[in-house]
């Protein structure tokens, strides 16, 4: 089955700088990833994704790129700010539907 | 805006008792799911269901552990004996069709199931 890697786990940016964290996927069927964004004691919400058909998707701050032949996808968030202090998953949607998730990146960003 | 909804919030339950969690799914979404997270760590697969069937589930999803859709709006969760393990949080999930517009997957609040 599908299995996906998240890199780095711990990720700590002054305000103001980028932060990119790293996904890579095994099943190259997969055609669909999300990332979601999880604050302390909530519910993951979705905060961009990418289908396997585009390679680079742009949300104000937030970005995703993927590369298919790579398996590998990357959520870039630039100009970041305290509120951005969260824990980060990304996820793979397999093809049997099913939404496969990383390990979580915890991201810091200090004031 | 629609939502996923999960009661209860907390249930606290002594070890080898019976748990139902309670999820309704966004209305027109055919795919439900549930996940569970313990404190601190990643989101982890128990099952999908499909057309009023599993259509996977993880090595976590074993026998103490089912699902059921028994009407047209409720999703449940149930623990037949449960134990100090399963003490996590409890996400349900639903999503669209794949290539729909609602392709992603919502999440309900989470509940927080603590075994004593």
């Known amino acids: 089955g599908e299995n996906v890697e998240q890199h780095p786990s711990t990720l700590s940016v002054q305000e103001g700088d980028s932060a990119v964290i790293k996904c890579t996927y095994s099943d190259s069927a997969s055609n669909y990833f999300p990332w979601y964004k999880q604050e302390l004691g909530k519910r993951p919400q979705l905060i961009i994704d990418i289908r396997s058909n585009v390679g680079e998707k742009k949300d104000q701050r937030i970005a995703v790129t993927l590369n298919k032949t790579a398996k590998h996808f990357s959520l870039h968030i630039t100009e970041t700010q305290p509120e951005d202090s969260a824990v980060y998953f990304c996820?793979?949607?397999?093809?049997?539907?099913?939404?496969?998730f990383g390990p979580g990146t915890r991201l810091s960003v200090l004031p | 805006e629609p939502e996923v909804t999960q009661t209860p919030s907390h249930q606290v339950t002594q070890m080898g008792q019976e748990v139902i969690l309670r999820c309704v799914p966004i209305s027109n979404h055919l795919y439900f799911y549930w996940y569970r997270q313990i404190l601190g760590q990643k989101v982890e697969f128990l099952v999908s269901f499909y057309n009023n069937e599993i259509s996977e589930k993880s090595e976590i999803f074993d026998d103490q552990f089912s699902v059921e859709r028994p009407d047209g709006s409720n999703f449940t969760l149930k623990i037949r004996s449960t134990k100090l393990e399963d003490s996590a949080m409890y996400f349900c999930?639903?999503?669209?069709?794949?290539?729909?517009?609602?392709?992603?997957?919502?999440f309900g609040q989470g509940t927080r199931l603590t075994v004593v």
């Open positions: 996820a793979a949607r397999d093809n049997g539907q099913n939404f496969v």
């Open positions: 999930a639903s999503s669209g069709p794949p290539g729909g517009m609602n392709t992603e997957a919502f």
